[in-house]
């Protein structure tokens, strides 16, 4: 069943046009990710699947609501880009404060407890938030965000300016809230981050949806690059070149050969006959690029 749905969801302000006709899907239980440079539109179409933004045009439903409704914001929690904290609140008086403005059932004492022990933030419990460090912040934000146990998470860059201990705590975080369930959209243009953990994507760029799906699909929507190591790169470069299976070829940076193919299966029975018919010897092949590299082709693909 779909946790996330959108039809043509469409945010001007003024000439600007933030959002223009987003229609995705996020199925519940997935991590979906999010992805687009400075400006595309993230904020925006998070900002409407949370109800805070009215869309120009298009709807949007979460959990089959409308977004907005009050039936649709009880299922989410939301962690904004820039959250405002009260500084001199301890992490305990906040989450406390959130709980009961937000209504938590039963124990709110208890709730704030098993948050701040789940995302390692007991020890600083009766300091001032003024104090805490970016990464205690980001994980207070998570921990606001989950105090009504929310069905669907939005975050909006969860790991933005983090260092990569801070990164992992938070990505770690999300990934046991995916085993618990939940649906998980977060956004981000840590692209090589993203990748690690997220299943499904989307990605826009001034506004504009340039595709959504599987992970795996980015992959296939451009042309895949390997790094070959052999015993003679140049060589092994000429024979690739006119093969029928490499679209092209190039010395790597770091040494050896960056070929690209938009056959893989093709390439990968293509490399060692070649290399054999030859006599060459074949060190390494490794898939070179990942989610920034297919990301960066389609911005450019799409003319932006
Ligand atoms: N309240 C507003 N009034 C006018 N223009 C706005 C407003 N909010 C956003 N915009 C514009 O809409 C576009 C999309 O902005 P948005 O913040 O949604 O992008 P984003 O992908 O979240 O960017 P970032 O990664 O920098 O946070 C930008 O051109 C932005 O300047």
């Given at each position: 069943m779909a946790m996330i749905e959108t039809r043509n969801l469409t945010k001007h302000y003024g000439d600007e046009q933030a959002v223009q006709?987003?229609?995705?899907t996020v199925e519940e239980g997935s991590i979906h990710g999010f992805v687009g440079p400075n400006g595309a539109g993230k904020s925006t179409t998070m900002g409407m699947l949370v109800g805070n933004i009215t869309p120009t045009v298009g709807e949007a439903t979460i959990g089959g609501e409308p977004a907005g409704t009050h039936a649709a914001r009880e299922r989410i929690g939301f962690a904004p880009q820039d959250p405002v904290f009260y500084d001199s609140m301890t992490a305990d008086q906040y989450l406390k404060y959130i709980g009961t403005v937000a209504g938590v059932e039963g124990s709110v004492a208890e709730r704030v407890d098993e948050l701040l022990e789940w995302l390692s933030l007991a020890d600083a419990t009766n300091q001032p938030i003024g104090g805490y460090s970016g990464g205690m912040k980001r994980r207070l934000n998570l921990a606001q965000a989950m105090i009504n146990d929310p069905d669907l998470l939005i975050l909006d860059e969860p790991t933005a300016e983090l260092d990569p201990q801070g990164r992992s705590a938070i990505i770690d975080a999300l990934q046991r809230l995916t085993e618990e369930g939940k649906?998980?959209?977060?956004?981000?243009?840590?692209?090589?981050e993203l990748e690690q953990f997220i299943e499904t994507v989307t990605v826009i760029n001034d506004g504009q949806l340039l595709m959504?799906?599987?992970?795996?699909e980015v992959w296939e929507s451009v042309e895949t690059a390997y790094i070959v190591e052999s015993t003679d790169d140049d060589r092994l470069g000429e024979l690739l070149a006119t093969h029928e299976a490499v679209s092209r070829t190039e010395p790597a940076d770091d040494g050896g050969l960056t070929v690209w193919t938009d056959d893989p299966e093709a390439f990968a029975t293509a490399l060692p006959a070649v290399a054999g018919d030859a006599g060459l010897g074949l060190y390494s092949i490794e898939r070179a690029g990942g989610l920034e590299e297919a990301f960066l082709e389609m911005i450019d693909e799409g003319g932006a």
């Open positions: 006709g987003i229609d995705l649906t998980v959209f977060v956004s981000s243009h840590i692209l090589a959504t799906g599987p992970l795996e």
